[in-house]
């Protein structure tokens, strides 16, 4: 898996990309990738990954 931080618009092999938490298709050289997080209710950080903002706009969100 590569690093939720990292640069992901060049060069990531579909197989290390992250999954758009909507439609499950992976994030590999993706430009409009987008990327949300928060901190749950134990402290720990939580993110979710998007294809674009059709897939973040239809995520349900578990927050």
């Keep these: ?3 939720p ?3 992901l ?4 092999d579909p197989d290390d990309a992250p999954e758009c938490a909507t439609c ?3 994030i ?6 987008r990327v949300v997080t928060w901190i ?3 402290g720990a950080v939580q ?3 998007f294809c674009d903002d ?3 706009a239809e995520w349900d969100d578990e927050r």
């Design 1 to 3: 898996m590569v690093n």
């Design 5 to 7: 931080t990292s640069d």
């Design 9 to 12: 618009g060049e060069n990531v």
């Design 24 to 26: 499950g298709d992976p």
């Design 28 to 33: 590999a050289n993706v430009p409009t990738h």
């Design 40 to 42: 749950d209710s134990e």
């Design 47 to 49: 993110y979710r990954h």
């Design 54 to 56: 059709d897939c973040h």
